[in-house]
Structure formats: structure tokens, C-alpha cells
């Protein structure tokens, strides 16, 4: 794609587009129940990567999407992203202080706070999502129901229970695998679906090759988490870092190693740029941003 | 309307037509994650009254819903019910140990599963709902985004939130009942509209008479609430009586009194069957629901 602006200034584009749009999206601070809509606000603002915007936004792009749609659908999924990271820092879950190099929500406000906070985001990024006006409501419904089974019990919230189940078991790489294509993948995936969807129908094979991307995406973004939770300091990460290993979780490199896991990286960001071969130049920001999940540093 | 069935016949038909569609749209227990979908099901099936499902029917039934669809509405509200029930019980918030006469989930369980149980569930709700097929798509998204709404931070998760701020003040009956409104009244109107929206659009007429219906039967609710757990015993409620007084939280009956609590919840009554005047005779149900929801002794 000739004449595209280098990467580095699209991603900055799209992070400050998502955080004007999440924070008109979110209740403002003073609205009844004050505190309730200032952790919203504290949870989801001013923080984050925002990965999976930066993949519905690419995603759009490539699919021709409409501004107001896309946008609805990033922030949907990082509304319901941010939700799950509250929810798992709580004390009866992971137990952290840290997120974001900002105190977690438990910490910042109260238990109880954070719990309603994770409940509102996701009500909220529902309706963020059907508050859409420039997709036909056909394909709105069809995107609302992709977004509710990537949030749920077949998707994040069934990849956190298997994840919390796995503690102290020695998974195999199947298991572990499939536990993370749950608790990780399907949001990603279906950020990269609910962008293009932003956009018109898919065809059989464009969804066959969107789900092949995201799920080679999806597997390498958690297998660099676990190799930077094994070589990175708390503060590069701005979370608290080797925790997996202290809680006895299973990762890639306590069950591939180091190099390997590396390796295997390498390889899935490989078969993610094949992935979108039937797109062509076009789909040049997604193939920046598989290229951005593997060689990140935080 | 002669010839319709007794009240109690009709109610006990649509509780076991929700308990059955409840089974169904719930993912079964042997999937994994299997303990996750066991809980889910613990919390959701073989209790409750079922008074949002029982609202959803009866307006389907005026309304001439589709079959699919008004089963669809009836069991996403009572599932968002189901899991707010959840997290309320978890220590950090009210701390109860008895729901429905069973163990709640976190002690049945522990509190990670009941907190992924209540996450599940919110998101079930919204891909069953996302699901109807026998609804036009832009009445289905406007139903999804009702319930999102009533959901929310201004709605359910917002009354929750000023709940928790309001232990140990004095509340004004207007901020009690505002308070209410969110907490209890968002859901019991969105039940009553979502039955309605599976059978046709409605006029502003209908929808102003309707919300008037639910207004006065959410608060009645509440008020016939507080004077149960003034009232009753643990073991008839199937949950912990006198918990509020304990808790220091204002109810109806520690502002108003006893007696004048009960003249409410009658006059509430009746507001809500003026409300439905301009349906006739057809509102049978919803006049019937009015009734149980202030007579009721549990």
C-alpha cells in the first residue's frame, strides 16, 4: 500500500480515535452513581494497549467499515476486555495490585466496587455495540451474538475457569493451547471479525481466513506474554511480573522453554501474514499488527 | 377474558415453560469447562418465582408474540437476574450464605467460580437474546440495547451502586425509591417490554402505559420486599430475613413504618391496574402479576 503513513503513526492514530471514542461511550464521572461511573471511567481510560481496537480498526479499514460502527465495536471489545482484567485482579481470583502501572480497581476503590464496575462494563459494551446506526440491523444482531459468545462461557469467561482449574496440573501443549484460544483468542478473534463486519457480510472463505489470522494472532500474543512474564521486570510490564510461575500456572516456556517458545512466536506471526495472502496489500495494518503482537516488549 | 385459565394454572404453565427453556439455553454440564457449566445451571435452574420470565410471558401473550422469541427475552432477563443474584451474595458485597433455600454459589463453590458464574451468565443472556429469529432485526437490536440499558450502570449495576453508598444513611423515600428503581425496576419494566417487543413495535401510548405498569409494580415489589424480610422468617423467604435492619440499610419499612408500607404497596397495586386500562381485558396476566406481586407471602 503505497503512501500509507508508517505504522507507528496509523497505531497512535487509532489509540487516541479509541480513547475519545471510549470516553464519550462511558457515563461521565458525575453522573448518579458518581463513584460507580468514575471506576468505570479510572478502569478503562487512559491505559491500556488497545489491541483489540487496533484490530477492529484494521480490520475495518481492510473491509471498508463505517467510522461509527468500528468505532462502537472497539470499544465494545476493549469495554469488555477491561471488565475481565478488573474482575481477574480481584482477591478471590488472581489477587493483583498492579495493572497498567495504576493500582487495580479492588485496590484503588473497593471489592465491592470493582465487582459492579466489571458487571456495568459489560452491560455497557452491549449497548455501546446495538447503539450502532450505519450497519444493517441483520448483521448488528449477528455481531451482538459474536461478542456475547466471545465474552462467555464458550469463549473468555470458559478459558478463565479452565485457566483457574489448571493451577498446579501439568497441561499439554493441547490443553494449554485451547485454554488460551478461549481465555485470550476469542476476544481478539472476534475483534478482528466485528471490524470487518463493521463493514459488509463475509464471505465462507474471507471468514475462514480471518478466523486462520486470529487465531495465529491470538496463540502468539499469549505465548510473548508468557515469554515477557518470564524476562521482564514488574515496571517494563506494568504488571506484576512472574506471577505465573509463583502461582504454578502452566505457560509456554514452563512447558516449551525459552528459545522454543520464541521460536514459536516467530512461526505463528509467519502464518498469520499467510492468513491474510487472499487480501493482498490491503491488509497491510494487520499484518503490522500480528508483526506489533510478537515483537512487543510490554 | 372468559374461558382463560386460572391465574395460578397459567403460572405454574409458564414457570415450567421457562424452567425447560432455561435448560436449553443454558450450555450443558458436561461441556467443558464442565464445573463452569455445572454452576451456571446450579444458579439459574430448579428455584426462584420467576416473576421477570412471568412478566415477559404475560406481555408476549397481549402483545402476540412469537413463541421463540418471547422464551428468548424471558430467559435472558431472569439469567441477568440470576447472575446479579450472584455477585450480590459474595462476601464483598452482602455476604449470604442462602439463596432460594440453597447454598449460594461462592459457598456451594468458592468465589472465583461465583464470579465467572455471574460474568457467564451476563454474557448468556445476550447471546440468547442475540439469537431470536422470529423478531425483525431492528426490533431485536432495540430489545438488546433495552436490555443492556436495564442491565447497566443506569439501571441494575447502578441501583446496586447507590445501594452500597446508602448503608448507614438516611435516604429521603424519593432517593429510596429512585434507588429502587434502578436496582429492582429496570429489569421488571425491561421484562415487561421485551415480552411486548417480541410480539410487535409499540406506539408511545403503549410504551408510556406500559412503563407506568412496570413503574408500580417494580416499586410495589420492593415495598412488599421490605416487608417480608420486616416480617417473615429465613425459612419461609429461603434467604436471610431481617438482613437490611441488620445491615443498617434504609427500607421502606424503617422510613415509613410497618402499616403505611402495606397501604403503599396497594396503592401501587392499583396504579399499576389503572395503567392498564387501555389494554381491556387482554392485560389479564400483567393485572394478575400486579396482584401476586403485592400479595405475595415469600
Not at 478502569?43 to 487496533?54: A, C, D, E
Not at 482449574?165 to 478473534?189: I, N, P, Y
Not at 472476534?190 to 471468514?207: N, Q, T, Y
Not at 528459545?259 to 491474510?276: D, T, V, W
Request: with cysteine.
Amino acid at each position: 500500500m503505497s503512501g500509507a503513513a508508517p505504522f507507528g503513526d496509523w497505531m497512535k492514530a487509532v489509540q487516541a480515535r479509541t480513547e475519545e471514542a471510549l470516553d464519550a461511550f462511558l457515563p461521565p464521572a458525575d453522573l448518579v452513581p458518581a463513584k460507580l461511573h468514575e471506576a468505570m471511567r479510572y478502569t478503562v481510560l487512559g491505559g491500556g494497549k488497545r489491541v483489540r481496537p487496533l484490530l477492529a480498526f484494521a480490520s475495518g479499514e481492510l473491509f471498508g467499515a463505517d467510522a461509527d460502527a468500528v468505532a462502537r465495536a472497539a470499544c465494545a471489545a476493549e469495554m469488555i476486555h477491561a471488565y475481565s482484567l478488573v474482575h481477574d485482579d480481584m482477591p478471590c481470583m488472581d489477587d493483583d495490585a498492579l495493572r497498567r502501572g495504576k493500582p487495580t480497581v479492588h485496590v484503588a476503590y473497593d471489592e465491592a466496587t470493582a465487582l459492579l464496575v466489571g458487571d456495568a462494563l459489560q452491560a455497557q459494551a452491549f449497548e455501546v455495540l446495538a447503539g450502532s446506526t450505519g450497519v444493517a440491523p441483520a448483521r448488528l444482531v449477528t455481531m451482538l451474538r459474536l461478542l456475547a459468545e466471545a465474552a462467555g462461557s464458550g469463549g473468555m469467561c470458559g478459558g478463565q475457569a479452565i485457566d483457574l482449574d489448571s493451577v498446579g496440573l501439568s497441561l499439554s501443549l493441547e490443553q494449554l493451547e485451547r485454554m488460551h484460544q478461549l481465555k485470550t483468542g476469542a476476544m481478539l478473534r472476534v475483534s478482528v471479525l466485528l471490524g470487518a463486519l463493521a463493514g459488509r457480510e463475509l464471505d465462507a472463505a474471507e471468514l475462514r481466513a480471518l478466523a486462520e489470522y486470529a487465531r495465529a494472532i491470538g496463540l502468539a500474543f499469549q505465548v510473548v506474554d508468557d515469554v515477557l512474564d518470564a524476562t521482564e521486570d514488574s515496571a517494563t510490564l506494568g504488571k506484576t511480573a512472574g506471577k505465573d510461575a509463583a502461582a504454578n500456572k502452566p505457560t509456554y516456556v514452563s512447558i516449551l522453554g525459552l528459545a522454543p517458545s520464541k521460536a514459536l512466536a516467530e512461526q505463528l506471526r509467519r502464518q498469520a501474514h499467510e492468513a491474510l495472502a487472499p487480501f493482498g496489500e490491503q491488509a497491510l495494518r494487520l499484518r503490522e499488527l500480528a508483526d506489533l503482537i510478537v515483537q512487543r516488549k510490554a
